[in-house]
Structure formats: structure tokens, C-alpha cells
């Protein structure tokens, strides 16, 4: 079930109105929310809904046996074999074919043809997410930093809880089941937060991102028959796309949850405003970003040893987090340009220069600022293109594309253009004016006329401009 | 709780409103493809994908002979290809001989090779045709005005679209109640040649993903003998640009040949319209006629279902 659905608008309503009813007995919201997720996933395809109950069912065991036993090499055991169902369930679905191809291209160059079967497996939709929620809650149990559930609803509820299910913002125990266990009151400036939320969240993803995708789709498939100025004017709308398209989606995840009285993490803090790549890092989809550093990062020795340990750790992480996005070579390529892009931060110890807020105190970006700002944002957006990119050969010939003559002519563009223009204004002042705030309609200090009448303005825009269609959230495919 | 559903309440019944007001704005502006859904019944059709759509006109064709009354159903090549799903919809969307008055029925049915090919399913597998999933197969009522289940499960614009699209007319094409797409776009060299190019470009890429489907031939023989038992039919292959269908005989070398069978098993005509001589032939991209090149080229197939 996609948010910008039909059938979500009567699912929510649905599901709010029975969890209320339900106040009293945790227990029973708990449950409720259970059914209501694998009801939420399985509409989609009920097969896979076999996967994420095994996920759930080997960790919810393993995380009791974690703590039962004090045996290090039986404690080993247990981890290793989370660890083994739930990246072997992400190994197969999702890389199975890949490795195959690229096994069989690799031997080819050497004079070698094998014939081997491939799966073509269908991806379950959010595997790379909840696998990653669980495997995080057996970890955490391996280091003794939390307790395992005992109650196994609320432990499924945990795993599959919906609004966060497909698409994260990917949970940690210590966060998430804590709020399962305790009972939840009513409160109506937490829900009416959560449907303003909601409303930006739609926002992003129906006006903005779902229009740049009508534009970005048709340049990065024919970028041949267009010049450079073009393809530049296309990857900036695809840098739209993308983070209108993730962060709408985590925006209504969060508002949805905070409908429930749950609360769930910030997953991005205005990442476009970052003033070097490093910031832009600890920025963008943090829930992932921070995942890798605790359980993969710090593992490794983190910043410990010495600066080529720290170097190789970091490159480590950038091609695993590439990796994660999908079975391609393009994004080990985006993740690596990201780790060299990133290095010499690290080397110049320049990757904590930017921890403060950004424009702190100003009213309006100062140039220095706003130089900043748009270096980091065309860096990264010049990266963004390997990742869309429908591999490797295409990517090369995208940026060839951009470097020649016609980088200096006019851009072709649709109407739709012209449309979307003032759309990104309205994010990119919004995102500055909130840039503190958890989100960019949290308009408290705002007198009640003008923030009714932005409210107005957003709601109108997304029955003008927002597409309807009921087009998957880009991380989906993750 | 009430705070919060009164305050809910008021924001719900703003955008329930303004999406009334849409629905009540809906015609042919509203897209390509919504009005075809919303008309009743029909006794005579024009099928086939986008090139049909665009390039035979119910009117003009009408004009011709009183007893003709055509509904054009042609929607796209990935929407309405020749396949168990456009055949069962053809078959909703057509009067039984119970519903006629004894009128003379017609029929045209319009192909290329696309519309009896497939993409990505070297199984020719019906289950995964790129159709499946669309309005035709999903869609309860073909003949429901309003069609909400169409607007609110394929309408992909804006629902404010509707409404500026039903005050202001801004969108380059227009569906007529005949069925017919209209199109009204610029027709200056340079933007037809970046229009074919795109398009040729796109069928390039097609001819290597594109496999021609013996599923969806069959299919379109059932069509065919279906509307025979009906009515008169004919089949026609529309004119295209040379590049386009120099892609088409890369795809399907013996496309003629297959309709000719079609055609002789069923007791049809089959009218390869590609290389006549029209007047004022022309396309917008090279693969779909003009408004003007369609008018000659409609008439042209109405004197010959005249005269079969």
C-alpha cells in the first residue's frame, strides 16, 4: 500500500479511529498495529509477508537466547545466525542475480562462459529496511546495550510497524520498543504536529518530486538527443526528485506515527543546506547513515587507529551504504566518488568544521554562506547522476554529455518546468525559514492567521500541482 | 480528540469540496484517456493504440456515409495493444446484437506491429503483459459518467487540473466525444524533426525489447472474427514516417503477411494504407498523423469500407 493512495486515505482513518478506541489496553493497540502493518505490506504482494515474519521470528528467539546465555561462543553463534537469515534474505533477493551477472561478464573477458541459473527474484519491497531494524536489535542485545522483548506482538509491532516499514526511517529498539511497551496517550498538538507533517510530506513527494520524475525520466532515458545545458538542468531536478521523494515519505512516516502517539527519528535536517560534504552526511537519510556507523563504522575501529585505518573504514562504509541502494555498479561508483569526496575532509580533519547549525542567526544566508550552500549542492548533485543513472556506460555518456558546447546554450525544457520553479522556491525558503525546526510546516512562533493561510497555500498547491498517480517512492526499490 | 477532528474536519470538507467541484469539471481536457470510459455502449469502433487514437476521425468517416456511427477506441501501444485484455474490454464496450436495433455495424481495426508485440517476456506470458495493470483490465464500468474509479485509480494529474484545464484549455490535445484525440501542436520544422528524432529514438530502443506475440495475434484474430459476427470489418495499417517503419520491418518482417492471413481467414479486407500516395500527409512526430493528413486519410478509409 502506497501513502498517496486510495486505499491508505481509508486505511489510516480506519486504523486511527480503532487504536483510540483501543487507549486503554495496550496490548490490544499493539496487536492492532500488527494486523494493520502486515495488512499494510501485504497489500501489496501478501507472499512476502512470509519473509518478515521470519525475520521477526528468528530475531524475537535469538534476542531471548542473547540474553539467556552468558556462553560467549554460544553467544557468537546466535548473532551469526541473525546475522545469516537476515543478510542471506537480502543477499538472495536482492544481489543473487547481480553477482551472477556479473560473475559470468567477468569470466567472459578471460575466455571463460558459464551458463548459471539466475532467480529473477521479485525484490520484497522494504527488505533492505527491516532487515537492517532487526539486525540492529540483535546487535544491540549481543552488547548488552538493551534487553531483549519478551512480548512478542509488541516485538512484531516493532518490526512491521507501517508507517515506517517500507522505507524506514530505520528504528532502533532503544527508540521504538520502549513506546510499544508504554501506554499512549492522546495528545493534540502531537497529532496535529503529525498531520502537518503529513502535509508537507505530501507536498514534497506530489508536487515536487512526482513532477521533476516526469522530466528527469524522459532526459536521463534520451540524454543523448539533448545538450548539456539540459542534461545540468535535468540532474538538478533529479537532486529535487530524489530528497522530495525520500524525505516526503519519511515526513509522512513520522507524522503518521506521531497520529499514534509514536514517536519515530528525524531521518533528514534539511541536507541541501549543508555547507560540505561531510555535513551533507550527517544530514541525509541519518537513520541509515548512523546505522552504518554504529554497526559498521565503529566496529571496523571507527576514527581509532590511524588516519589509513580511519580512511579505509570510511571508504568501507561509503561502498557498503552504495551497495545497500541497489545491485548495480552504479551505486558502488556513487558511494565510492561520495568516500573520495569525503577523504580529504577526514585528512584536513575538516570533517567536523560544520556541526553548528547552519546560519546561525542570521535572517538571511550571508554570501560566504550561500557560497557554500551551492558548492556542496552541485557537488553532490553531480555525484546524484551515477545514482540514477541506468548504469555505468549511461553515467559516462551523461557527463559527456554536459561537457562540451552545449553546456552554454539554452536549455530544452517542458512547461512543466516553468511549474516547478516556484514549487522549489517554496521548499527552498520554507527549508531555510525552518531550517531548526523538526519539520518545514512546524510554524508555531508564527501568528495563527499566517500559519492557517500556509497551510491554505500548501493544500491548495498540492490539489494544483500535485500529482495524483500513484507512483512508488523511489527508496521502495531499496 | 474533538479539537482535533473539528479543526481535521474543516481542512477535509475544503478538499472533499474542491474535489467535487473537479469531478464536476471533467471532459475531454481532463486527459487522453478519460472520456473513452464514460460513453455509452457502442454499435460501430475504431480500434487500436495511439496512431488510431490520433489518426482516424469518427466524424469525418461519419460524414461519409450516414450509416456509419464510429466510436474511436484506440488508446495507446502500451495501454490498448491487441491482447485478452483489450479484447475483453472491446467486448464490454460494444453493444450485443440484443442492444442494436438491427443496425448496420462497422468496425475498423488499426495495426502495427507494436500493438501484437511484447516487451521484456520472451515467455509471451499474458500475466505479465504491460497492459495488465492498467484501467481497461482494471476498470469495473467502461461506460460510467463520472468514471470515479478511473479518477481516482488512473487519473495522474492534479485533481485541480481539471479544473483549469475545464476553464483556461491549456492542454495541446483534446478528446472529442467521438472518441477522436485531437492534438494541436506546434507544427514548425525544427520542433517536428526534435519530436520524430525523440520518437524514432524511442522505437530504436524498442526494436531490441520488442518481441512480436503470438498470445496477443491470436487475440487480435478473436477481435477480428468477433466483430465479424457483429458487423463488417476492416483491417488497415496506417501510413507512418519511413523511419518508424523501417523499425517496424526490423521487428516484424512479415507483419503484412501475418495480417493477410488474419484478414483471408476471417473473410476481411485487410487495407496496408503505408506508401499511398495521400495529400498533405504529414506527422506530428512520424508516427502520428496530423489532424489535417487524418482527415484525408479517414475519408480515404471510409470510401473503402464503402466500397468492400
Known amino acids: ?478 | 480528540m474533538k479539537k482535533f477532528f473539528l479543526k481535521l474536519s474543516l481542512y477535509i470538507t475544503l478538499l472533499l469540496g474542491l474535489h467535487v467541484v473537479a469531478v464536476l469539471c471533467v471532459d475531454g481536457n481532463t486527459d487522453s484517456f478519460y472520456g473513452r470510459l464514460t460513453t455509452p455502449k457502442v454499435s460501430s469502433m475504431i480500434t487500436g493504440t495511439s496512431r488510431a487514437a490520433q489518426g482516424i476521425q469518427p466524424a469525418i468517416i461519419n460524414d461519409v456515409n450516414n450509416e456509419f456511427d464510429f466510436y474511436n477506441f484506440g488508446f495507446t501501444v502500451g495501454h490498448s495493444p491487441y491482447g485478452p485484455v483489450y479484447r475483453d474490454a472491446i467486448k464490454r464496450k460494444l453493444k450485443t446484437s440484443d442492444e442494436t436495433d438491427g443496425e448496420e455495424r462497422y468496425f475498423i481495426v488499426s495495426v502495427t506491429p507494436w500493438a501484437v508485440s511484447n516487451v521484456k517476456n520472451p515467455d509471451d506470458d499474458p500475466t505479465r503483459y504491460r497492459e495488465n495493470g492498467w484501467a481497461l483490465n482494471e476498470l469495473t464500468c467502461l461506460t460510467c459518467k463520472p468514471n470515479l474509479e478511473y479518477l481516482v485509480r488512473y487519473y495522474s494529474m492534479a485533481w485541480g487540473q481539471i479544473i483549469t484545464q475545464r476553464l483556461f484549455k491549456v492542454s495541446n490535445v483534446s478528446l472529442q466525444d467521438d472518441g477522436w484525440l485531437k492534438t494541436d501542436l506546434p507544427d514548425d520544422a525544427a520542433t517536428v524533426k526534435r519530436r520524430t528524432d525523440l520518437k524514432v529514438k524511442a522505437y530504436v530502443n524498442n526494436v531490441d525489447r520488442y518481441t512480436p506475440s503470438v498470445t496477443r495475434l491470436k487475440a487480435l484474430d478473436e477481435i477480428v472474427a468477433y466483430m465479424n459476427s457483429l458487423g463488417k470489418v476492416i483491417i488497415v495499417r496506417l501510413p507512418a514516417g519511413e523511419a518508424i517503419l523501417q523499425l517496424e520491418r526490423d521487428l516484424m518482417p512479415d507483419f503484412n503477411e501475418k495480417m493477410q492471413d488474419i484478414a483471408d481467414k476471417n473473410g476481411v479486407a485487410y487495407h496496408n494504407l503505408v506508401g499511398r500516395a495521400f495529400k498533405d500527409l504529414a506527422f506530428t512526430d512520424g508516427n502520428h498523423l496530423t489532424p489535417k493528413a487524418g482527415v484525408v486519410v479517414s475519408r480515404h478509409i471510409a470510401e473503402l469500407l464503402s466500397k468492400d
Open chain 1, 1 to 478: 500500500m502506497l501513502f498517496n493512495s486510495p486505499e491508505f486515505l481509508v486505511f489510516l482513518p480506519l486504523v486511527f479511529a480503532i487504536y483510540w478506541f483501543l487507549k486503554k489496553r495496550v496490548s490490544l493497540q499493539n496487536l492492532l498495529i500488527l494486523v494493520a502493518s502486515y495488512v499494510f505490506y501485504g497489500w501489496w504482494d501478501y507472499r512476502f509477508l512470509g519473509l518478515i515474519v521470519l525475520s521477526s521470528s528468528i530475531d524475537f528467539v535469538i534476542g531471548l537466547r542473547l540474553s539467556a546465555t552468558t556462553k560467549a561462543s554460544k553467544r557468537k553463534w546466535l548473532l551469526f545466525t541473525s546475522l545469516f537469515v537476515n543478510l542471506g534474505l537480502l543477499g538472495v533477493f536482492k544481489y543473487y542475480d547481480f553477482f551472477v551477472d556479473s560473475m559470468i561478464e567477468s569470466l567472459s573477458w578471460v575466455g571463460v562462459n558459464m551458463n548459471i541459473t539466475h532467480l529473477y527474484l521479485v525484490l520484497p519491497v522494504g527488505i533492505s529496511f527491516y532487515t537492517f531494524q532487526t539486525l540492529s536489535y540483535t546487535l544491540d542485545i549481543y552488547k548488552k546495550k538493551i534487553n531483549p522483548e519478551k512480548d512478542w506482538v509488541a516485538f512484531f509491532a516493532f518490526v512491521s510497524y507501517f508507517p515506517q516499514l517500507v522505507a524506514g526511517p530505520i528504528e532502533r529498539a532503544s527508540n521504538l520498543l520502549p513506546q510499544f511497551k508504554k501506554k499512549r496517550e492522546f495528545s493534540y498538538e502531537q497529532a496535529a504536529d503529525g498531520m502537518r507533517q503529513i502535509l508537507w510530506g505530501f507536498f514534497k513527494k506530489m508536487a515536487i518530486a512526482d513532477n521533476c520524475a516526469y522530466v528527469v525520466d524522459s532526459v536521463f532515458s534520451n540524454h543523448e538527443t539533448y545538450g548539456g545545458s539540459t542534461l545540468v538542468l535535468a540532474s538538478v531536478l533529479f537532486s529535487f526528485q530524489i530528497y522530495c521523494d525520500f524525505s516526503g515519505y519519511s515526513d509522512i512516516a513520522i507524522g503518521t506515527s506521531k497520529l499514534f502517539g509514536i514517536k519515530l527519528m528525524t531521518n533528514f535536517r534539511v541536507p541541501y543546506l549543508s555547507r560540505d560534504i561531510a555535513e551533507f552526511w550527517r544530514r541525509w537519510h541519518i537513520s541509515l547513515t548512523t546505522w552504518f556507523r554504529d554497526y559498521v563504522y565503529f566496529p571496523l575501529g571507527g576514527s581509532k587507529g590511524t588516519i589509513n585505518k580511519t580512511i579505509r573504514n570510511t571508504i568501507i562504509v561509503f561502498l557498503v551504504s552504495g551497495f545497500w541502494h541497489g545491485a548495480n555498479w552504479t551505486f558502488l561508483f556513487w558511494g565510492f566518488i561520495n568516500a573520495l569526496l569525503f577523504v580529504p575532509l577526514l585528512i584536513g580533519s575538516r570533517n567536523r568544521k560544520n556541526l553548528g547549525e547552519i546560519g546561525e542567526n542570521m535572517k538571511w544566508p550571508s554570501f560566504k554562506l550561500l557560497v557554500a550552500i551551492i558548492t556542496n549542492f552541485a557537488i553532490v548533485n553531480f555525484v546524484w547522476i551515477f545514482f540514477r543513472a541506468q548504469d555505468i556506460g549511461n553515467a559516462f555518456g551523461f557527463y559527456k554529455g554536459i561537457f562540451n558546447a552545449s553546456l552554454f546554450t539554452l536549455p530544452t525544457f517542458s512547461t512543466e518546468v516553468f511549474r516547478l520553479v516556484p514549487l522549489m522556491l517554496i521548499l527552498v525558503v520554507f527549508e531555510w525559514i525552518n531550517r531548526k525546526m523538526p519539520h518545514q510546516l512546524d510554524l508555531a512562533r508564527f501568528k495563527p492567521w499566517l500559519r492557517r493561510g500556509i497551510y491554505l497555500m500548501v493544500l491548495l498547491t498540492i490539489f494544483f500541482y500535485g500529482r495524483y498517480s500513484s507512483e512508488s517512492f523511489i527508496y521502495f526499490q531499496f
